[in-house]
T-cell receptor, first 113, second 113 residues
Framework: EPEVTQTPSHQVTQMGQEVILRCVPISNHLYFYWYRQILGQKVEFLVSFYNNEISEKSEIFDDQFSVERPDGSNFTLKIRSTKLEDSAMYFC???????????FGDGTRLSIL | GENVEQHPSTLSVQEGDSAVIKCTYSDSASNYFPWYKQELGKRPQLIIDIRSNVGEKKDQRIAVTLNKTAKHFSLHITETQPEDSAVYFCAPFSGGGADGLTFGKGTHLIIQP
C-alpha cells in the first residue's frame, strides 16, 4: 500500500534557526497537508496545498511558515526563526481530493532548544 | 469554524468488552466523518470513515454510526483486544472551502487484561 514518507524523523534545532521538513505524498494524490501535534494534545491543521499553491491555511500558519513543492515529488514545510513553542510533531498528509481519506506520514519530531 | 467535542476523554474497558466513543460537531454542512487511531509516538491512522448519506458502516470489529440530525457520530469497537489500546480521534470534515480536518481532543482507550 502506498505511503506518505517524511524526513527527517527527528530534527533538533537552536531557537532562531530555520528548519525545512520534507514529505513525499502518495503519488496519485492531488491535495497535500501539514498538521502539527504538540505533545499530548490534538492534531491541528496548518495548511493545505493544491495545484502548486496554498488552498487553505489556519491561524497557526503565520508568516513564519511557508510551504513549497520544489519538484514533482517533494512537499516541504519551512519554519523561519524557530521558537521554543514550535516544538511539536509535524505530520504531512495527502488525499485525492478534500473530503476523502487523508493518509498521514510518520511525522517529524521537531525539538527547538 | 467547526467545533468538535469528543467523549469520554479516557475509557477503560475489560478485554473482550465493547467500547463506544462519541463525537459531536457543530457544522451542519459536514459531510465526511473519519476516525483515526494513534498509538504512542506514531502517526494517526485512518481506521474507518463514513459519509453523510450513510447511517452506519461496519468493518469487522469496528463500526461507525452517524446521526446527522443530532450532529454526532460514534465509534464502536467490539470484542476489544490489547492492541486496541491507543488514542482515538474523530475529525469531521465540513468542506465549503475548508480542506483541513478538525480533530477532536482524542479519547485514550485502555484495554484492561
Amino acid at each position: 500500500e502506498p505511503e506518505v514518507t517524511q524526513t527527517p524523523s527527528h530534527q533538533v534545532t537552536q531557537m532562531g534557526q530555520e528548519v525545512i521538513l520534507r514529505c513525499v505524498p502518495i503519488s496519485n494524490h492531488l491535495y497535500f497537508y501539514w498538521y502539527r501535534q504538540i505533545l499530548g494534545q490534538k492534531v491541528e491543521f496548518l495548511v493545505s496545498f493544491y495545484n502548486n499553491e496554498i488552498s487553505e491555511k489556519s491561524e497557526i500558519f503565520d508568516d513564519q511558515f511557508s510551504v513549497e513543492r520544489p519538484d514533482g515529488s517533494n512537499f516541504t514545510l519551512k519554519i523561519r526563526s524557530t521558537k521554543l513553542e514550535d516544538s511539536a510533531m509535524y505530520f504531512c498528509a495527502s488525499s485525492p481530493i478534500p473530503g476523502n481519506a487523508q493518509h498521514f506520514g510518520d511525522g517529524t519530531r521537531l525539538s527547538i532548544l | 469554524g467547526e467545533n468538535v467535542e469528543q467523549h469520554p476523554s479516557t475509557l477503560s474497558v475489560q478485554e473482550g468488552d465493547s467500547a463506544v466513543i462519541k463525537c459531536t460537531y457543530s457544522d451542519s454542512a459536514s459531510n465526511y466523518f473519519p476516525w483515526y487511531k494513534q498509538e504512542l509516538g506514531k502517526r494517526p491512522q485512518l481506521i474507518i470513515d463514513i459519509r453523510s448519506n450513510v447511517g452506519e458502516k461496519k468493518d469487522q470489529r469496528i463500526a461507525v454510526t452517524l446521526n446527522k440530525t443530532a450532529k454526532h457520530f460514534s465509534l464502536h469497537i467490539t470484542e476489544t483486544q490489547p492492541e486496541d489500546s491507543a488514542v482515538y480521534f474523530c475529525a469531521p470534515f465540513s468542506g465549503g472551502g475548508a480542506d483541513g480536518l478538525t480533530f477532536g481532543k482524542g479519547t485514550h482507550l485502555i484495554i484492561q487484561p
